[in-house]
């Protein structure tokens, strides 16, 4: 068995395995491109596993973001379509190339890595913990708030192009589990056939993607509007585009507005998806919750040399010992001292420990990026702490309060 990055004479067979793993998911740019890829990544890298043969096993491919972690931007390798070959399935084809790309990263000094799993399982038990979350709201047009002036938005043309990507980079610089990657996030906003953008003195406050998506009816007069990105710096701005979708009472069955904010429903005079999905036979529905990117830690040394914030200052200096299992990475699999003083948190050696906090390497991950607070671990018995009364300086040393945000499928 030979691991190593997938050449250009293997693209057939890539493509294959590709198509065979995502049968439906698969975008046909992917394939258009894949050849080309192979001569010159922009998306990423291919790492395939090969037989004596020759033949390509499986593969993934190895993507290099910039992730804001906490409002620190640091490298995150991202794991995207990790194929097997359909007649090599269960064979730990994918269980090694995970594990070959999770010690290339960390010894390249990246320190976090995320995926959007297909099997969140299957993940789990390789370390990776729950990272963002999203909601997918359906209103009708009827019942979305109108404020009474959507004067500044209008279709983005190609001049626009690099403003809207400032936009976008700014927002992922002071958004909490926000991306950047230079060739998906043109492809992410442009590749949709609508992109509305918002000026107000001049100034891109704001943008949106959307496209048309059929609905079973028996005339094509109606369609639902699927609006899979929305950004926005103000309320003002929230305000216009709002005021966009209420305007379409008579053309749009539904709204499908994709958000991370929980609070979005209160722009809606009535949430109800129209799903007719009822709990207790009359609480209706009013948005799917969805499971974004996992998040698995790398490197907790390396983590931890670059993340020396507290959320807030703590209420007395103490030293941690954090006791962390990880099956996959052995550098991980120990205890690491931390001295957390003020506001700050550093690595240290030799120093006796006040509290002992013990979890595994996928919820430390999710502790880390806001995904779940020490206090849901403690108490869903995924964690154990010494002393629980460091459980609130713990949290604010190591924790984050703000789930982290991210609209970028990878």
């Given at each position: 068995m030979e691991i190593r990055f997938v050449l250009p004479s293997e693209a057939a067979?890539?493509?294959?395995?590709?198509?065979?793993?995502?049968?439906?998911?698969?975008?046909?740019?992917?394939?258009?491109?894949?050849?080309?890829?192979?001569?010159?990544?922009?998306?990423?890298r291919y790492l395939g596993c090969f037989d004596d043969d020759g033949t390509l096993l499986g593969s993934i491919l190895m993507m290099d973001f910039t992730l804001n972690v906490r409002g620190v931007m640091m490298p995150m390798g991202a794991a995207a379509y990790v194929s097997t070959h359909f007649l090599h399935k269960k064979e730990?084809?994918?269980?090694?190339?995970?594990?070959?790309?999770?010690?290339?990263?960390?010894?390249?000094?990246?320190?976090?890595?995320?995926?959007?799993?297909?099997?969140?399982?299957?993940?789990?038990?390789?370390?990776?913990?729950?990272?963002?979350?999203?909601?997918?709201?359906?209103?009708?047009?009827?019942?979305?708030r109108s404020f009474g002036d959507k004067s500044g938005l209008s279709y983005a043309n190609p001049d626009d192009k690099q403003?809207?990507?400032?936009?976008?980079?700014?927002?992922?610089?002071?958004?909490?589990?926000?991306?950047?990657?230079?060739?998906?996030?043109p492809h992410r906003i442009f590749d949709m056939p609508y992109v509305v953008v918002c000026r107000r003195e001049g100034r891109i406050t704001g943008y949106f993607t959307f496209d048309f998506v059929d609905v079973d009816h028996y005339t094509d007069m109606y369609h639902d509007l699927f609006v899979p990105e929305m950004v926005?710096?103000?309320?003002?701005?929230?305000?216009?585009?709002?005021?966009?979708?209420?305007?379409?009472?008579?053309?749009?069955?539904?709204?499908?507005?994709?958000s991370a904010d929980p609070a979005l429903p209160l722009l809606f005079t009535n949430p109800d998806t129209g799903e007719n999905r009822a709990h207790d036979g009359c609480i209706q529905e009013v948005a799917r919750r969805t499971m974004g990117y996992m998040v698995r830690?790398?490197?907790?040394?390396?983590?931890?040399?670059?993340?020396?914030?507290?959320?807030?200052?703590?209420?007395?200096?103490?030293?941690?010992a954090l006791q962390v299992a990880?099956?996959?990475?052995?550098?991980?699999?120990?205890?690491?001292?931390?001295?957390?003083?003020?506001?700050?948190?550093?690595?240290?050696?030799?120093?006796?420990?006040?509290?002992?906090?013990?979890?595994?390497?996928?919820?430390?991950?999710?502790?880390?990026m806001g995904a779940c607070s020490l206090e849901e671990l403690l108490r869903m018995g995924q964690a154990a702490l010494s002393d629980n009364s460091y459980a609130g300086d713990i949290q604010r040393a190591i924790g984050w309060s703000r789930k982290p945000v991210n609209i970028t499928y990878f």
């Open positions: 067979q890539l493509a294959r395995n590709v198509v065979s793993s995502f049968p439906s998911k698969t975008p046909a740019a992917l394939l258009q491109n894949m050849e080309g890829e192979l001569y010159r990544p922009d998306e990423g730990r084809v994918a269980c090694t190339l995970l594990k070959v790309l999770m010690r290339y990263y960390a010894k390249l000094g990246t320190p976090i890595g995320c995926l959007h799993p297909f099997n969140p399982a299957f993940y789990h038990s390789m370390g990776y913990g729950y990272g963002n979350e999203s909601y997918l709201y359906q209103p009708k047009p009827c019942y979305i403003e809207i990507l400032q936009f976008y980079r700014a927002y992922a610089g002071r958004t909490h589990g926000a991306t950047v990657h230079h060739y998906m996030d926005y710096e103000d309320l003002d701005t929230l305000r216009q585009f709002m005021t966009f979708f209420a305007s379409q009472v008579d053309q749009i069955e539904r709204v499908r507005i994709f830690l790398f490197d907790v040394a390396g983590y931890f040399r670059a993340q020396t914030r507290c959320e807030a200052p703590v209420s007395r200096d103490f030293v941690l990880d099956s996959f990475l052995p550098d991980n699999n120990g205890t690491f001292l931390l001295r957390v003083s003020g506001d700050t948190v550093t690595l240290t050696e030799g120093a006796g420990p006040d509290a002992v906090l013990s979890l595994d390497i996928a919820h430390l991950s999710s502790l880390v």
